[in-house]
T-cell receptor, first 113, second 113 residues
Framework: GAVVSQHPSWVICKSGTSVKIECRSL??????MFWYRQFPKQSLMLMAT?????????EQGVEKDKFLINHASLTLSTLTVTSAHPEDSSFYIC?????????FGNGTRLTVT | DQQVKQNSPSLSVQEGRISILNCDYT??????FLWYKKYPAEGPTFLIS?????DKNEDGRFTVFLNKSAKHLSLHIVPSQPGDSAVYFC????????????FGKGTRLHILP
């Protein structure tokens, strides 16, 4: 079945540094990928829709200069958290849809110290 | 404004009994509904879906019921097993491949021995 791979699964970084998270669709091409963020005991919040070959579409309240998304190929989207701050610490999850159900990566736990 | 609502943050059910998780939505444009299961520090796993042209979809121990007039759906798990203990997210979207999927806040299900 369709698999979405996300890397790294966890990362610790210092305030002010940038972190890149990769999301790959392993056995299908995804023109669109989605990036979600989950706070503890909260729902999955859609951050942005990543479109292959064009600019990402950000949800209201999500800073596009803070969360840079690049979807350079049909199987890879990257999310870069720039100048990370402790409040950016969260669980980031990417997803892609081959046909109907959305398939998720295993998420990346980001801790900013 | 929460478009997908799961009003029960948690639910405890005896092993072997039926677990019923409820979900309400407000957007009448939604026509595709999904349930996801999530363990801690992992990405959500797709469980079962239903389109608006149906009122019931069954897959093994999992059955989803949709009441469009009430804008309500429910997930039934029977019989409940210890491995079913997880957070369950209800989600809704349109049927186009690139439509956003909106998630509820989740219900934590505890299966009691």
């Amino acid at each position: 079945g369709a698999v979405v791979s996300q890397h790294p699964s966890w990362v610790i970084c210092k305030s002010g540094t940038s972190v890149k998270i990769e999301c790959r669709s392993l056995d299908f091409q995804a023109t669109t990928m989605f990036w979600y963020r989950q706070f503890p005991k909260q729902s999955l919040m859609l951050m942005a829709t990543s479109n292959e070959g064009s600019k990402a579409t950000y949800e209201q309240g999500v800073e596009k200069d803070k969360f840079l998304i690049n979807h350079a190929s049909l199987t890879l989207s990257t999310l870069t958290v720039t100048s990370a701050h402790p409040e950016d610490s969260s669980f980031y999850i990417c997803s892609a849809r081959e046909n109907s159900p959305l398939h998720f990566g295993n998420g990346t736990r980001l801790t900013v110290t | 404004d929460q478009q997908v609502k799961q009003n029960s943050p948690s639910l405890s059910v005896q092993e072997g009994r039926i677990s019923i998780l409820n979900c309400d939505y407000t957007n009448s444009m939604f026509d595709y509904f999904l349930w996801y299961k999530k363990y801690p520090a992992e990405g959500p796993t797709f469980l079962i879906s239903i389109s608006s042209i149906k009122d019931k979809n069954e897959d093994g121990r999992f059955t989803v019921f949709l009441n469009k007039s009430a804008k309500h759906l429910s997930l039934h798990i029977v019989p409940s097993q210890p491995g079913d203990s997880a957070v369950y997210f209800c989600a809704a979207s349109g049927t186009n491949r690139d439509d956003k999927i909106i998630f509820g806040k989740g219900t934590r299900l505890h299966i009691l021995p």
